[in-house]
């Protein structure tokens, strides 16, 4: 059977929300307000709705991100923004909290649910609970392999699965680190991550002795799934989602036209397999290139099993693309970076470019820094994003209309090949004096900026005779019927929920911030052993004593956990590791 294939989008702000429809997303997800997974990243009901009446003429859906835990005194305000959401016609709301689906109840219509990839969606058990809790799409776990896909898919059918394809990546199952809230008062769960996982950590086993020094041991690289798209929708995947509700608007517009681009390939070879889930075609003014917008370097993560590269020991900033000789051009104002002979990340920006070739950078003493020979990325294309700046996309519906006579005046038709509307107006037959059909032509084509485009091919007449018709009321006819359309909200199923009690029960984490000791504060299929090619399930011996820990440079120390028979890592809470009152404080008012 032929499956929609939406691209899943993310919107910081109404902004990028608008950008990514333009640049072809079929689907964006956005903040509300308050609750959702990043607390910086909130959006006005407001804004939403009006993001809302620029998506749906499109087919384009919207979902907001409504993704925290809540607190008990919480629940009202929860409650009255699902409320004012469902007044504006969101499509769906994407949620974490097992006491979500009880308020979403109390609407006369209840929204359609999502759930979010913070509630662990790993396994074919947790997958079919969601669907018989009554959840209409599921986010699946990043660390799932195609293997795993396939499986959940085949077992659990009726539930449309929505997988990342790119983006920044989290070290520990989501929803399963407790790591900022326990080391700096700031809870993931609750839209608020310090991001714990990109620091420098020295790594030391159990004499003391360093293995690895100040190096980002935990900081993934981002996400890069383009060349698995189809590998993954033969798996069973229906929503690709692009991480980065806290990205600008220069990586929506990019990272959503290089995806659309390649998913239309898949779809233009295998019309019989898939289709496309939203309307409309993005004409794009530049080329999209991932490699520019913002990146720690590549993985694939697990969707082809473990590898020992998902990590960016060196950095958690962005690199970008690697330059070389006789390669791409150099911009003044280009942003270059290397690593020095420490292993440390450099950057400087390009003031000057001469005629020959030659760099001049803004404080040419960095140069003394650059190891001869060494590579040279651009983490910054000044010209690609002089580029971005401007207006780089237009998305328009292709549409034809048919005018007919009736007995008591006139039809007209809109045709797309996704819907058809039809409206009648009664109207005197009034011959004309001279030909109608160019000044019918005419009208019909003003379509200004209503999303839709047709030519004069795309407009046919069978009318009975010459009849005159006003432009003034020709005009008003088209607006109306194309007002019909751009003002229908999309329909949802608007089915039942399970109780909190029942969802309660089929959650697999834990609802309860890590509370140290043995309860690790992140569980990881990411192993660092294996990262550093100590695995010992090759059977080789390992040649330091354990337990390892991590020890920041302020000289708390979390030890390291490997269950091999899960291949999973957990981050510990050591005795020395509990932040203070004060570093709690300190650590609200700044990202780490």
Request: proline share 5%; net charge negative; glycine share 6%.
């Amino acid at each position: 059977m032929k499956r929609s294939i939406e691209l899943l989008a993310p919107a910081r702000n109404l902004e990028c929300g608008i950008e990514a429809i333009r640049h072809g997303a079929d689907a964006v997800y956005i903040g509300a307000p308050r609750f959702g997974a990043r607390a910086a990243a909130g959006n006005s009901v407001e804004d939403i709705a009006e993001l809302v009446h620029y998506a749906h003429p499109y087919g384009v859906k919207i979902y907001v991100t409504v993704n925290t835990l809540l607190y008990n005194e919480e629940l009202p305000a929860a409650q009255a923004l699902i409320n004012d959401l469902a007044a504006i016609s969101v499509d769906a709301l994407i949620v974490q909290d097992p006491q979500l689906p009880t308020l979403n109840s109390q609407l006369s219509t209840p929204l359609p649910l999502h759930s979010s990839t913070q509630m662990d969606n790993r396994t074919i058990d947790d997958v079919r609970a969601r669907a018989e809790a009554g959840y209409e799409q599921t986010v699946l776990a990043r660390e799932l392999s195609l293997d795993d896909i396939r499986a959940i898919h085949e077992a659990v059918p009726e539930m449309p699965l929505e997988a990342f394809i790119h983006g920044a990546l989290c070290v520990s199952y989501s929803g399963r680190c407790y790591a900022s809230e326990y080391c700096f008062g700031r809870s993931a769960n609750r839209g608020e991550c310090a991001q714990f996982c990109r620091l420098p950590f020295d790594l030391i086993d159990a004499d003391g002795k360093v293995l690895e020094k100040q190096r980002h041991l935990l900081s993934l690289r981002d996400m890069n799934r383009a060349a698995d798209l189809e590998a993954m929708m033969d798996a069973g995947v229906s929503s690709f989602k692009i991480e980065g509700r806290l990205k600008d608007v220069a990586y929506v517009k990019n990272t959503t036209a290089y995806y659309r681009q390649r998913i239309d390939e898949i779809i233009a070879r295998r019309p019989d397999d898939y289709s496309r889930a939203s309307y409309g075609t993005s004409a794009i003014t530049f080329t999209p290139d991932l490699q520019k917008s913002f990146n720690r370097g590549f993985t694939d993560y697990f969707l082809h099993g473990r590898a020992r590269d998902m990590a960016n020991f060196a950095t958690p900033k962005s690199i970008g693309e690697k330059l070389t000789e006789g390669g791409a051009a150099i911009h003044n104002g280009d942003g270059l970076c290397f690593f020095d002979a420490e292993g440390r990340l450099q950057g400087f920006r390009v003031n000057r470019v001469d005629e020959q070739g030659r760099i001049f950078p803004t404080d040419p003493s960095i140069l003394a820094q650059l190891p001869k020979g060494g590579p040279l990325y651009r983490n910054l294309d000044a010209d690609f994003e002089r580029q971005l700046a401007r207006p780089t996309a237009d998305r328009r519906i292709p549409v034809r209309w048919l005018l007919e006579d009736t007995d008591d005046g006139f039809r007209l038709t809109l045709h797309s090949s996704f819907f058809t509307l039809h409206s009648s107006f009664s109207y005197p037959h009034e011959l004309a004096r001279t030909p109608q059909a160019d000044n019918i032509r005419r009208q019909l084509m003003r379509l200004g900026d209503t999303p839709y485009t047709c030519t004069e091919a795309d407009i046919e007449i069978q009318l009975s005779d010459n009849w005159f018709i006003p432009a003034s009321v020709l005009g008003e006819w088209r607006r109306e019927v194309v007002s019909e359309n751009i003002l229908s909200p999309l329909p949802h199923k608007g089915e039942g929920f399970a109780t909190a009690h029942e969802l309660c029960a089929s959650l697999s984490p834990s609802l309860t911030e890590g509370a140290g000791g043995e309860s690790p504060l992140m569980t990881c299929r990411y192993c660092l052993r294996h990262a550093l090619g100590y695995c010992t399930r090759d059977g080789r011996g390992l040649p330091f004593r354990e337990p390892l820990r991590l020890r920041l440079a302020d000289g708390r120390t979390f030890p390291l956990r490997f269950d091999c028979r899960r291949c999973e890592m957990h981050v510990l809470a050591g005795e020395d590791s509990k932040c203070s009152s004060q570093a709690k404080r300190a650590s609200s008012s700044a990202r780490v």
